[in-house]
């Protein structure tokens, strides 16, 4: 258990809607990253949030959007869903926002099913 | 751009026996670079790391990986596999603030 939780751990919906994604970092980690793992994209980094404020984007769409709260907590947004959209989405976290040496530990991810 | 590569979908080792997933990373920028494993329906867990110094990183459940900058490698190891070793493999580089993985490697350990 990596001490990363994402609720809810299944999601399945149809095209055109709106759902939210909840992510809560490990104790003490101020940075959560969102990752998307699709059979034909792979792993790809979305966004990174670093104590309430964006920090790197890479791959999101401009449907997904993402925020973190005072209380360090992250929701991923995802908008006007395409059966495209469907994969597994990942959230991690790490201590500090920048160096590259620092460790992500991931969450147990929510399987999105856009019917 | 900062990447990484494993070259094989699939690594098929008998219990036992040692075992190498491979993994090689583009020359440009410091390779810090990382080893994940994804069990069926969980999530990444991290395995270990490359930062800098012994080229030899020792990780979690007996892997271990070696850095080997003339061959630009970073491949994973373990001197005798499990049944339970079997999953996906990552391999990922840091280049700032996210995750740069390969295509992952399929690890199947046959009894």
């Known amino acids: 258990d990596s001490g990363v939780t994402q609720t809810p751990k299944h999601l399945i919906t149809a095209t055109g809607q709106r759902v939210t994604l909840r992510c809560s970092p490990r104790?003490?980690?101020?940075?959560v990253y969102w990752y998307q793992q699709s059979l034909d994209q792979g792993l790809q980094f979305l966004i990174q949030?670093?104590?309430?404020?964006?920090?790197a984007k890479g791959n999101i769409l401009e449907r997904f959007s993402a925020q973190q709260f005072p209380d360090l907590h992250s929701e991923l947004n995802l908008s006007s869903l395409e059966l495209g959209d469907s994969a597994l989405y990942f959230c991690?976290?790490?201590?500090?926002?920048?160096?590259?040496?620092?460790?992500?530990?991931f969450g147990p991810g929510t399987r999105l099913t856009v019917l | 751009a900062q990447s990484v590569a494993q070259p094989e979908d699939q690594v098929n080792v008998a219990e036992g026996n040692p075992l190498t997933v491979k993994c090689t990373y583009s020359?440009?920028?410091?390779?810090?670079l990382f080893w994940y494993v994804q069990y069926p329906n969980r999530g990444l867990q991290f395995l270990l790391k490359y930062i800098t110094g012994d080229n030899l990183v020792k990780g979690s459940y007996g892997f271990e990986a070696e850095f080997n900058k003339s061959q630009t490698s970073f491949h994973l190891k373990k001197p005798s596999a499990l049944v339970s070793d079997s999953a996906l493999y990552f391999c990922a580089r840091n280049a700032g603030n996210m995750l740069t993985f390969g295509g992952g490697t399929r690890l199947m350990v046959k009894p």
């Open positions: 991690a976290s790490s201590v500090v926002a920048d160096p590259p040496t620092d460790t992500q530990y």
């Open positions: 104790s003490g980690d101020l940075s």
């Open positions: 949030y670093y104590n309430g404020e964006e920090r």
């Open positions: 020359v440009s920028g410091n390779p810090y």
